[in-house]
């Protein structure tokens, strides 16, 4: 299954963003769970935000009041609403989903698994 996260872009610092994460075309992927994660330049991938199956929500200290994490259960569509950007925020973003997934093609493929977006990017300038 491959996931596609995407609205990323360039912003100016006080601006906001939503990114998206969903599966590509031809895949019906039911999220269960999901994070987000970023990765600076120089640094270590961090996890930004998470919503667990159950509903519950965590977010990393740095964001939290500006960030809300979401899923879209009808669309299968996972989300990051970015406010009140900083400098500090621009990074390669990265959704990481949990769920059921049905592939469609000759043969359907049905199964649940974990899954990792490409990335997409964020740069806040000041």
């Known amino acids: 299954v491959q996931l596609q996260a995407s609205g990323g872009g360039l912003v100016q610092a006080g601006e906001s963003l939503r990114l998206s994460c969903a599966a590509a075309?031809?895949?019906?992927?039911?999220?269960?769970?999901m994070a987000w994660y970023r990765q600076a330049p120089g640094k270590q991938r961090e996890l930004v935000a998470s919503?667990?199956?159950?509903?519950?929500?965590n977010y990393a200290d740095s964001v939290k009041g500006r960030f809300t994490i979401s899923r879209d259960n009808a669309k299968n569509t996972g989300f990051l609403l970015m406010s009140n950007l900083k400098p500090e925020d621009t990074a390669v973003y990265y959704c990481?989903?949990?769920?059921?997934?049905?592939?469609?093609?000759?043969?359907?493929?049905?199964?649940?698994?974990?899954?990792w977006g490409q990335g997409t990017l964020v740069t806040v300038s000041s």
């Open positions: 075309s031809g895949t019906r992927f039911t999220i269960s769970a």
């Open positions: 919503i667990s199956d159950g509903g519950v929500i």
């Open positions: 990481n989903a949990a769920g059921d997934y049905i592939v469609y093609g000759v043969e359907y493929v049905v199964g649940r698994g974990d899954f």
